[in-house]
């Protein structure tokens, strides 16, 4: 009788989501399925072609090629979210007829903080797993990934209000799912308080992500562009910085803004996510990276005018374009 597989669900099929589905699929003990959307018939019909500076040139064939999760007709091991934020409470309505109560593990790799909140209340009995990405990665055409040298991610358990501790039923998830990126040799680290990492993470984005999709330059053009410039980008990073220590994160102190700006002065000017979702009139992670930071702001009495101002300039684009978008497919 065949050893039953680990049944894996890659939900997101964009330049992250192809490429962990790559990672996942090199071992023969995963059944992958993956939920595609505008690359769904490319894949379907080719599969996906990785073309990776680390792992080499691979066609990867799933076992399912899904346009919606509920198509599966069965429950996962693994859940993974690769799709952009833009609507979590809508994704994990998505996921209702996949998900066992105790079984499925729910793992997001998406940008922004506040993330777990919806799938915990939608699945309160599921263990999730959390993760800060780092891995660079582009969908050159439909279906064809070219993933460049800088790979990794950072991943822990989240830990659901009330709660002080991990259970040993979620910290065997994570070593469970920690030995899929193992196997696939793909790098990763396990913090013990990932929402420091996640926020880490969108102190570096609610910089970059707003800045260069408001002003169409990339990092570096920003930065040389005013000698206002860089004390602009360092109250962004600040007001975060702030509300995360105001939140109780631990490890996250001021020094972390001359860190993150040496590291986006050692790299060549990039455009954030926004930025091409203004080009390409798509949906804007709004609110995970900037509209959460400032709620929770207002809510712990911490000030904010910066943020507040690039969250209302965004949402007001993102709104535009969400309008445009429906007027022109109605």
């Known amino acids: 009788m065949a050893e039953k597989k680990t049944e894996v669900l890659l939900y997101g099929l964009g330049a992250i989501g192809a490429f962990y589905a790559f990672i996942f699929q090199k071992s023969s003990e995963v059944r992958l399925s993956v939920v595609a959307r505008s690359n769904y018939q490319a894949v379907a019909s080719n599969g996906l072609l990785i073309k990776s500076e680390n792992h080499g040139e691979h066609l990867v064939r799933p076992a399912a090629v899904l346009k919606k999760a509920g198509e599966a007709g069965h429950a996962f091991d693994f859940i993974v979210c690769c799709n952009k934020a833009t609507d979590l409470e809508q994704t994990a309505e998505?996921?209702?007829?996949?998900?066992?109560?105790?079984?499925?593990?729910?793992?997001?790799?998406?940008?922004?903080?506040?993330?777990?909140?919806?799938?915990?209340?939608?699945?309160?009995?599921?263990?999730?797993?959390?993760?800060a990405i780092w891995t660079r990665s582009a969908q050159e055409t439909p279906g064809t990934i070219v993933q460049q040298s800088v790979e990794g991610l950072e991943i822990g358990i989240f830990i659901p209000p009330g709660s002080d501790a991990a259970t040993p039923a979620q910290q065997d998830a994570l070593a469970r799912f920690n030995g899929l990126l193992e196997h696939g040799k793909s790098p990763f680290t396990v913090c013990e308080h990932i929402q420091t990492q996640r926020w880490k993470k969108v102190i570096w984005n609610c910089a970059w992500n707003p800045l260069t999709a408001l002003t169409a330059c990339d990092t570096q053009e920003w930065l040389k562009s005013s000698e206002m410039a860089v004390p602009m980008t360092r109250r962004v990073m600040d007001e975060a910085i702030d509300?995360?220590?105001?939140?109780?994160?631990?490890?996250?102190?001021?020094?972390?803004?001359?860190?993150?700006?040496?590291?986006?002065?050692?790299?060549?000017?990039?455009?954030?996510?926004?930025?091409?979702?203004?080009?390409?009139?798509?949906?804007?992670?709004?609110?995970?990276?900037?509209?959460?930071?400032?709620?929770?702001?207002?809510?712990?009495?911490?000030?904010?005018?910066?943020?507040?101002?690039?969250?209302?300039?965004?949402?007001?684009?993102?709104?535009?374009?969400?309008?445009?978008?429906?007027?022109?497919?109605?």
């Open 94 to 131: 998505d996921l209702t007829d996949v998900v066992e109560e105790g079984r499925t593990v729910i793992v997001l790799f998406q940008n922004g903080v506040g993330n777990e909140d919806p799938f915990h209340r939608a699945f309160p009995g599921n263990t999730i797993l959390s993760a």
């Open 243 to 330: 509300v995360a220590r105001a939140a109780g994160v631990p490890d996250v102190d001021h020094d972390l803004v001359d860190e993150l700006l040496k590291r986006i002065n050692a790299l060549p000017g990039l455009y954030a996510s926004m930025y091409y979702d203004t080009v390409s009139g798509g949906a804007m992670e709004v609110e995970v990276i900037l509209g959460n930071p400032v709620r929770k702001a207002k809510e712990l009495g911490v000030s904010t005018p910066t943020l507040d101002i690039l969250y209302a300039l965004v949402k007001a684009i993102d709104i535009r374009m969400r309008a445009a978008k429906e007027k022109s497919t109605g």
